[in-house]
């Protein structure tokens, strides 16, 4: 009987000292499996709502999804940190700007310096359920800009947009 009660005690403590490496082991499985996730779902906003977008953060930590401007389909990413939407050149092409039109005469500050930009303004840029009016633009050349940046003259016409847990909500 004692050894049946010593074996049972000796059990239960071997067990219980190894459940901190069990989490550790099923977190690191957790986290594998979503840094792994494929980059699809992130590029395909989710209307959850009429009036609401959800876009799912992209392996790179980045929230990128395709937008319509002026009816286009535009692949960006959004960018909390740019001031204004930023596209270069033949994106702006795409959207009907004539590129002899462009009067580059802005200096613009980027993370690569400073540059020079011509303004524009979307009639208007979409993504899911959201549809947004008279959004400030900066066209930037196709050396300077290689991807379209949706920043703050599209985001803060929102009524509001928060990232949590990997996911950004949009709200009109």
Do not use: C
Request: aromatic share 6%; proline share 3%.
């Amino acid at each position: 009987m004692f050894a049946r009660t010593l074996f049972t005690v000796l059990t239960l403590a071997l067990s219980a000292s190894q459940w901190p490496m069990i989490a550790e082991k099923v977190q690191a499985m957790l986290a594998e499996r979503e840094a792994t996730a494929p980059e699809e779902v992130a590029a395909k906003p989710s209307a959850a709502h009429a009036g609401q977008t959800v876009l799912t953060m992209g392996p790179g930590g980045h929230y990128t999804g395709t937008f319509k401007m002026n009816g286009k389909p535009v692949d960006a990413m959004v960018d909390t940190g740019a001031s204004t939407v930023a596209i270069n050149v033949s994106t702006a092409r795409r959207l009907g700007f004539s590129p002899a039109a462009l009067d580059f005469r802005y200096n613009v500050n980027t993370a690569n310096g400073s540059i020079k930009a011509a303004h524009v303004v979307l009639d208007r840029v979409e993504i899911g359920s959201i549809r947004v009016r008279d959004v400030d633009a900066f066209v930037l050349s196709d050396q300077a800009l290689s991807s379209t940046l949706v920043g703050m003259s599209f985001m803060s016409k929102l009524k509001s947009y928060t990232a949590e847990k990997r996911i950004l909500r949009m709200i009109q």
